[in-house]
């Protein structure tokens, strides 16, 4: 996961490494995960009074052969 935020104007991104790499077998159960942690990390940012423009969270569907 990449994560960005404005800081004193400037965008700066981390990214971390806290998925548990998990592959579905089914992409809509993997894109209910993804929708709670959407809806987790909106409830943090409003907690802290953390404005945000965009939160992107997904899943990528991987070639089957690989």
């Known amino acids: 996961m990449t994560l960005c935020v404005l800081v004193n104007g400037e965008v700066q991104c981390t990214n971390y490494d806290d998925s548990e790499q998990k592959i ?14 959407f809806y987790g990390m909106a409830d943090v940012f409003n907690r802290y009074g953390q404005p945000y423009k ?7 569907e991987v070639d089957k052969d690989s």
């Open 24 to 37: 579905y077998k089914q992409l809509a159960n993997c894109e209910q995960n993804a929708a709670m942690r």
């Open 54 to 60: 965009k939160l992107i969270v997904g899943c990528t």
